[in-house]
C-alpha cells in the first residue's frame, strides 16, 4: 500500500509537466494549422466544388487555385446535350452577374479579390454549349430537287466562276451565293 501511495505522489507531478507539455504541443500543432489553413485558403490549394441555383437552374462547377475547371461545368448533365446547354448558359451568366457584383461591390478583404478574378475569368473564358430542338420543315420532292441542283451549280460557280454558272446559280438559289 505505501508502494502505491509513492508512486502516485511521485508520479503526480510528472502527469502534472506532461499535461502542460501536451497542451502546448497542442497549441502549437493548432497554431501551425491555422496559419497552414490561411495559406492554403488563401493559395486555393483545396479543390472547391459548387452548386448554385441560378435562376432556377442547377449550376455546378469546380475550381481550384482560383481557376475555373472548365470540364467540370455542368458535368453531370453532359448526357443530356439540351439540359447540358442549359446549365452552361446559366453558368455563363452567373458567372458574368457575380463578375459585375463583386466589380461593382469592392472590398479589402483578401478573399474579394480572388473571387472578382475566378468570376471575371469564367465570364470571359467559359464558352457555354448552345444546342436546341426546332422542328423541321415538310420538303416536297420539288424543293429537295430544287436544293440539290442549288448545291451543286454554288459548288460549279466556286470552281469555275463562269458567267453562265454563276447566273444559273442565282436563278436557282434565288439570289443567294
Known amino acids: 500500500m505505501r508502494l502505491l501511495f509513492l508512486l502516485l505522489i ?9 499535461v502542460v507539455a501536451k497542451a502546448y504541443g497542442v497549441f ?5 494549422n491555422s496559419y497552414m489553413s490561411s495559406y492554403n485558403d488563401r493559395v486555393g490549394i483545396a479543390l472547391e466544388s459548387k452548386h448554385v441555383n ?14 475555373l475547371r472548365k470540364p467540370s461545368v455542368c458535368a453531370q ?7 447540358y446547354s442549359k446549365c452552361t448558359r446559366a453558368a455563363r ?12 461591390h469592392p ?10 478574378n475566378l468570376y471575371c475569368a469564367a465570364s470571359v473564358e467559359f464558352k457555354p454549349v448552345v444546342a436546341e430542338v426546332g422542328r423541321s ?9 430544287r436544293r440539290q441542283q442549288c ?27
Open 137 to 145: 420543315t415538310v420538303v416536297d420532292d420539288q424543293e429537295l430537287q
Open 54 to 67: 441560378y435562376n432556377g437552374q442547377p449550376v455546378t462547377f469546380q475550381y481550384q487555385l482560383w481557376k
Open 10 to 18: 511521485v508520479s503526480a507531478p510528472l502527469q502534472a509537466g506532461n
Open 77 to 83: 448533365l453532359q448526357h443530356n446535350l439540351l439540359e
Open 107 to 116: 472590398s479589402d478583404h483578401w478573399k474579394h479579390l480572388k473571387l472578382k
Open 28 to 32: 502549437v500543432n493548432d497554431l501551425a
Open 151 to 177: 448545291s451543286v451549280l454554288r459548288i460549279q460557280a466556286m470552281s469555275s466562276r463562269d458567267v453562265r454558272t454563276i447566273q444559273m446559280r442565282d436563278e436557282v438559289c434565288g439570289g443567294s451565293k
Open 93 to 104: 451568366a452567373l458567372f458574368t452577374e457575380t463578375c459585375q457584383h463583386l466589380t461593382n
